[in-house]
């Protein structure tokens, strides 16, 4: 009777360190991770670091490609603008020379020289009212392009200085024993802020597309302004021309 009731006495304490055994380890999981976040938390900061670091390294990348690609669509479009003027050039040379070879008196020569000379200026004048229209085109869009290279990089080193911070203060905190469960909520609500903060600050750089929009504008109406006044001028120079040669 004595060893039934031992035994039934050993299998029920057996049976009770089983069941708070498979409690506790079914618990374990969370409480481990939790308990191991100071431990980690050097892991997490490395690993965190270098993934800003590469977002970075990737954005500069893109940005002198950008940059790249910027410097030789401009090169490209220079070249199309000087072998367009080289062929313009060479047409109005032509039609010199056939208007002069038409010229018989010397009134009609005079003529001739007068119109090539008054052309030529207005044709130098729309040269320079072009180029003075791409010269601040680009100038505009430059300093467009550094203003936002420089918030970029100020907002970028105030997220990378949050970050640190965090932590920092987070490192502090696991070294001075606090609870690692504390530690840890504190420590993702700096790097949610940190998150926000970065987020909210990109929404001010405003879309590149928008703000070189003003710019494109003023461009085009600097060119238009430039052959319009070029056209004005050489109706004018058209109409003297027709005069002093004799015609109708």
């Known amino acids: 009777m004595k060893k039934t009731l031992l035994f039934t006495t050993l299998a029920a304490l057996l049976a ?58 401009r090169a490209e479009n220079d070249t199309k603008l000087a072998e367009a003027r080289a062929k313009w050039d060479s047409a109005r040379e032509n039609q010199y020379n056939k208007m002069a070879a038409k010229a018989t008196t010397d009134a009609q020569k ?78 993702n609500a700096d790097i949610k802020a940190a998150k926000d903060a970065l987020k909210s600050a990109k929404k001010t750089l405003g879309n590149w597309s928008t703000l070189v929009q003003p710019l494109a504008k003023a461009h085009k109406d600097a060119y238009m302004k430039a052959f319009s006044d070029y056209k004005t001028t050489m109706e004018s120079a058209w109409a003297a021309f027709k005069t002093a040669y004799g015609t109708k």
Do not use: H, W
């Open 16 to 73: 009770t360190a089983g069941l708070a055994n498979a409690q506790a380890t079914t618990a374990t999981p969370k409480a481990r991770v939790t308990n191991n976040f100071c431990t980690r938390l050097t892991a997490i900061t490395t690993k965190a670091d270098q993934k800003t670091a590469d977002i970075e390294t990737e954005r500069q990348t893109k940005a002198a490609d950008a940059a790249s690609k910027m410097t030789a669509q």
């Open 110 to 187: 005079a003529a001739v020289a007068a119109f090539k000379a008054a052309r030529e200026q207005a044709v130098a004048t729309r040269k320079a009212a072009v180029d003075a229209a791409n010269a601040a085109y680009k100038t505009a869009v430059d300093q467009l392009k550094a203003s936002q290279v420089t918030a970029v990089t100020a907002m970028n080193t105030t997220f990378k200085d949050a970050l640190k911070a965090a932590d920092d203060k987070a490192l502090a905190a696991c070294a001075a024993n606090n609870d690692p469960a504390t530690v840890k909520s504190v420590y």
